[in-house]
């Protein structure tokens, strides 16, 4: 059963407008939530967190908002660029024996048109 | 600072086979991974490190192996390939401190006939 859920496996954005793409969990003892940005033939890069305690990260281009009481984060790109064309997971975690081996979504594939 | 690094890039396997995956790390990460990632499955986790001498079952350990002699490797068996192992495999490091913040290898294509 999955736990974190990314219901849109692909995106298409004009070149300067956002992109806004959505994650959904159902484990309320995550703790930690990320988006990885990855290119085909290469592995995932991290590209934002965000604790369960706020509900707001941002990172120049990139803010990730959570609603803990829907149990939904987002990742905002503004503005989009081409480069940004990549699959993004989002992915969670908990402390788990102490540690916080994240669960990823099945990533949503963002295409960004010049 | 090579980062994470994965060894072979690319292999293909007949049915029954056994071979290892390498994985190497130089920023004396506590936490090391190995994930697999499959068209419309995402990053699927097989076992996990916290320490040398210390490993763990994830997602889907079933058919892999694997140790931690030291801080820096972490090499995944498979006992006896099959088809359904077909995959891209990421090894990923993190720090204790972030340990949810990864740092992930190029990846292995693995094709098993």
């Known amino acids: 059963d999955q736990q974190v859920k990314q219901n849109s496996p692909s995106l298409s954005v004009q070149e300067g407008r956002i992109s806004i793409l959505n994650c959904d969990y159902t484990?309320?003892?995550?703790?930690?939530f990320l988006w990885y940005k990855k290119y085909p033939a290469e592995g995932p890069t991290f590209l934002i967190s965000?604790?369960?305690?706020?509900d707001k990260n941002e990172d120049g281009r990139f803010t990730v908002f959570l609603n803990k009481s829907a149990k939904h984060l987002s990742l905002h790109i503004v503005p989009s660029q081409p480069g940004d064309s990549a699959v993004y997971f989002c992915a969670a975690s908990t402390a788990s024996g102490g540690s916080y081996i994240p669960t990823f979504g099945r990533g949503t594939s963002l295409i960004v048109h010049p | 600072n090579a980062g994470v690094t994965q060894t072979p890039k690319f292999q293909v396997l007949k049915t029954g086979q056994s071979m290892t995956l390498q994985c190497a790390q130089d920023?004396?990460?506590?936490?090391m991974s190995w994930y697999r990632q499959d068209p419309g499955m995402g990053l699927r986790l097989i076992h996990y490190?916290?320490?040398?001498?210390?490993?763990d079952q994830g997602e889907v350990p079933n058919g892999y192996n694997v140790s931690r002699s030291t801080t820096e490797d972490f090499p995944l068996r498979l006992l006896s390939a099959a088809p359904s192992q077909t995959s891209v495999y990421f090894c990923?490091?993190?720090?204790?401190?972030?340990?949810?913040?990864?740092?992930f290898g190029p990846g292995t294509r693995l094709t098993v006939t």
């Open positions: 490190s916290v320490g040398a001498g210390i490993t």
């Open positions: 484990n309320s003892m995550f703790d930690y």
């Open positions: 965000i604790s369960s305690i706020k």
């Open positions: 990923a490091s993190s720090n204790r401190d972030r340990s949810h913040e990864q740092y």
């Open positions: 920023m004396n990460h506590e936490y």
